[in-house]
């Protein structure tokens, strides 16, 4: 396979690198005053403003070269149309039908899906009406209350951090719960206080094999059974989301009650499909749909705006810009926004899992490197943090910032109105800082204004310097409302997409979750037997068995 670094715009790309490497922002700004304009797009009330990139025109022109000569577009079709481009997986690709109008034929091995779409769509609908109805009620004909959802992974990260971005549009009757982690902890913690005759547990695995997943299940099970003394409460208060039925009947949740979906869904792309069950109980299945039609708007405008305009194109492109061209290891993304505080880890998983890969789809190992350490925190935060590095420390973090023009609709609480421009000056605020930074005259003139003598300017002035120059990108809107986050989500699922295929790694599978897997179920029996292991390598021997010593001595 031939590898991006051999295209001709990437070798053109590197030679231009040399002159833009020394150029800086604050010029490029004072030099440009279009430049927002010639660096932003629109999409509805939705703004990419990439104008603080280290960029010129040619940089983006040569940028757009490569994606042409990487043949963006004819993956991006492949995709659409259903190709099974999850090649060591042999599946097709298709969490865009989800969000897809029901009434536009998509085709998948000469059928059409989405009949079988709606179908769910329909039967999640009807579900959540009846459970925030009050119609369905638990085994002792209680209304259901608390909502625990118990996935990992793909099957809990999308569907919590949806649910907690759309906090105000839920119902105060209804509370949501992810339990995900195997530390009995998480469990217990979660259920501590829960009233078990209102619970409903929704056991969401594509496989239905997790190790993590099933045990919670399992745990969850005997507790619901204890406590409502009957086995047959099971029924009323547990329903499964998976692609396993067979699996889903032995557990012992009657397939009526469990919810489908298909291979074509990658776990971690399928907050769209009944993974995001969680997210119709919570804010109601009109609101889950109007989230699947900001994903759906954002997908029409990845098929067919050019690729100039193109938010997930350009995004990709910047990515790359600083990744293979900069050696910029991480990429942290920043939102403004309480309700995101979950962004950024549901897209590390999305982008490390994707990405994070070594060889090529034809299992040659790449000759560039590939997706970045994603890292990130709601702001401000993170200002009290870390930005400190991201400021002043010597690597270079491209940081994504996020906010909404105005707090959600929903929420009449003027506690958030009075907040919500200082939270947005911040926004504006520390961008600007990056891309700017302070020159040393600058510093050195802060200091005399506040009365220091030569001496102590010379030992500060150093380090008050803010060399600058640090990219960032920003997206606005109006609200967090469904249909924005799911623009939001939507963009983000297509920027990894156009990256994975520039580096021409398969971003749809993830085989490097696996070997922990099979180590941790040999290890599991080892723990239970006596005497000392002696199996593995001597850290791994020493480990297990220090374990076992302070298992088998009294504290
Ligand atoms: C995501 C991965 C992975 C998966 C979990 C849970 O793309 O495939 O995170 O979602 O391992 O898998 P199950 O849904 O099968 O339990």
Redesign the pocket.
Known sequence: MLSPHMLPAWKALLAHHEEVAPLHLRDLFAGDPDRFDRFSVCLDDFLLDFSKNRITEQTFRLLMELARDAGVKGWRDRMLAGEPINNTEDRAVLHIALRRPADQPLELAGQDIMPAVEAVRRQIADFSRRLRGGDWRGFTGQPIQDVVNI?????DLGPKMVCEALKPYQSPDLRSHFVSNVDGAHLADTLAGLDPARCLFII???????QE?MANAASARVWLVDRLGDAAAVSRHFVAVSTNQAAVRDFGIDPANMFAFWDWV???YSLWSAIGLPIALAVGAERFFELLDGAHRMDEHFRTAPMEKNMPVILALLGIWYRNFFGACSHAVLPYDQHLCHLPSYLQ?CDM?SNGKSVNRAGEPLKTASGPVLWGEAGTNGQHAFYQLIHQGSELVPADFIAAAEPPLETGDPLLARHHPILLSNFFAQAEALMRGKTEEEARRELEDHGLDEEKIDQLAPHKVFAGNRPSNAILFRHLDPRTLGMLIALYEHKIFVQGAIWGVNSFD?WG?ELGKQLAKAILPELAESGAVTGHDSSTNGLINHYKDLRSTES
């Open positions: 996935g990992i992974g793909g099957s969401a695995s594509k496989t239905f094999t997790t997943t990658g776990g971690r998983q899992e993830q979750v």
